[in-house]
């Protein structure tokens, strides 16, 4: 069982750095704009001919209102016209990637993000949904795993009915938190009725999966009042969470700005809080996943990592990491083979490229056989808290010890100190060292010491 955690404050203390979440390996950071439509249709064109199974991922950016301590790709309006002109360009950006793909690759994967994506009226969402149907293989027999984000503020139960028609049957909901004065302080207002009417919907409708979003490091958060919002979340009893730490950058997220830094916790209470909300959430029987996500022992996330087969892309932890993942929308990132690409970040350069006939690809990535080597060395720490050297030597034709002898005395500190187990054979990351799994990845990482460590969140 791999759902024992140790809480080591000493440890925490010394490993908790800045440094990437690994959603990928090479991170977004080392994306380039070298990369282009081209490089995009040839992997288009690999994936037809290897006939792999894809993964989607559309990104609706429109919010009706600005949480102050979001990161997102977004665009704010009370305006709902504002999203007619982008769907037009996001189906013609469908009808564009889909013609280098074979209508017999399956669609195991479907995720709406934002944004809000139910900033969108009914008939926009069946539009679009009629849209994907058209051009992309979406599986009818809701074998899929087919979800999206919810704003409980922008739903209620005929939407949660319109979306269980369209065939999605996994759901996202943002909480974050459930004091008055911490949603004050940022500038979301939601009650846990609206809460529980969008949860007591989905489960009416028979949707396979909820996840509950959560945040601690917020303005006017305490270890006690945050505790509550945990409690009643575990009353609701969602299949999984995440718990996320919240990274203040307001010199890169414009919105963050409008937060009071003086009313932020300090480093201590957040590690209480994170300890306190540990102790609870495995007291209630949820089990730790890594990188902030918890799942009950028979959700799929929980039940891949017990078998070993839990994977990690740009949509976090996923049981479907086989897939090739082709991001449509603005900023919407796409993993197909050893290829990474990213569409334009700013709404009107995205519009207008696709108003050329031409995908709006802006930057992106291709793997090589070192980043090949390291990605699979970072994907199973982050996933299975353990590494067998003899994989990756069989793998990737090298001998584990001779090709990361450099690393070996920072690996050897590591042990030391009780973050993991190393052998000639394997690592195996401790209960002590599982919160900080990231440090452990960041060892193997390349680039990490070319980039500012201020441009990322801390491990905890």
């Known amino acids: ?244 730490n919240y990274a203040h950058l307001p010199e890169r997220f414009m919105p963050q700005r409008r937060i009071n830094s003086d009313e932020l916790p300090t480093p201590a209470q957040k590690l209480e809080m994170l300890q306190r909300t540990i102790e609870q959430l495995t007291g209630a029987g949820y089990r730790y996943i890594g990188m902030d996500h918890f799942a009950l022992p028979d959700d799929e996330l929980a039940v891949a990592q017990e078998e070993s087969t839990l994977q990690r892309n740009f949509q976090g932890y996923t049981t479907h990491g086989h897939c090739d993942l082709i991001g449509l929308g603005v900023s919407a990132i796409s993993q197909i083979g050893d290829l990474y690409c990213q569409n334009s970040s700013d709404l009107n350069q995205y519009q207008n490229a696709l108003d050329s006939a031409q995908l709006a690809t802006s930057r992106g990535l291709l793997c090589n056989a070192d980043d090949r080597l390291r990605r699979a060395v970072i994907q199973q720490l982050i996933c299975d808290f353990t590494l067998e050297f003899a994989q990756i030597e069989q793998a990737f034709n090298i001998d584990f010890q001779g090709y990361f002898g450099e690393l070996w005395p920072q690996l050897q500190n590591m042990a030391k100190d009780g973050l993991i187990e190393l052998s000639r054979e394997r690592i195996t990351v401790l209960p002590a060292g599982r919160l900080l799994v990231r440090s452990v990845c960041m060892v193997f990482d390349a680039y990490l010491e070319h980039h500012s460590r201020q441009r990322f969140s801390r491990v905890i």
């Open 1 to 244: 069982m791999l759902d024992a955690i140790r809480w080591d404050t000493d440890l925490i203390r010394r490993y908790d750095l800045a440094g990437p979440r690994y959603t990928s390996y090479p991170t977004a950071m080392q994306f380039h704009g070298q990369v282009g439509t081209f490089d995009l249709f040839h992997a288009l064109r690999d994936s037809r001919k290897a006939q792999r199974p894809l993964s989607l991922y559309v990104h609706v950016p429109f919010c009706a209102n600005i949480c102050y301590y979001c990161a997102c790709n977004k665009v704010i309006t009370k305006d709902r016209g504002r999203a007619l002109p982008y769907l037009q360009r996001l189906e013609q950006e469908i009808q564009l990637i889909a013609c280098h793909l074979d209508p017999a690759q399956k669609v195991e994967q479907l995720h709406f993000g934002g944004g809000t994506p139910t900033f969108l009226s009914h008939d926009e969402l069946r539009q679009l949904m009629a849209h994907l149907r058209k051009h992309f293989n979406l599986l009818d027999d809701d074998s899929g795993d087919y979800g999206i984000e919810i704003d409980p503020r922008e739903a209620d139960w005929s939407t949660m009915g319109l979306l269980r028609e369209l065939g999605f049957n996994r759901v996202s909901i943002g909480l974050q938190d459930l004091d008055p004065a911490v949603q004050r302080a940022v500038n979301r207002l939601q009650s846990l009725e609206e809460t529980r009417a969008v949860i007591d919907a989905a489960r009416t409708l028979q949707f396979r999966s909820i996840n509950i979003d959560l945040i601690y490091g917020l303005p006017r958060q305490t270890p006690e009042n945050f505790a509550h919002t945990v409690e009643e979340v575990i009353r609701l009893q969602p299949d999984r969470l995440s718990v996320f």
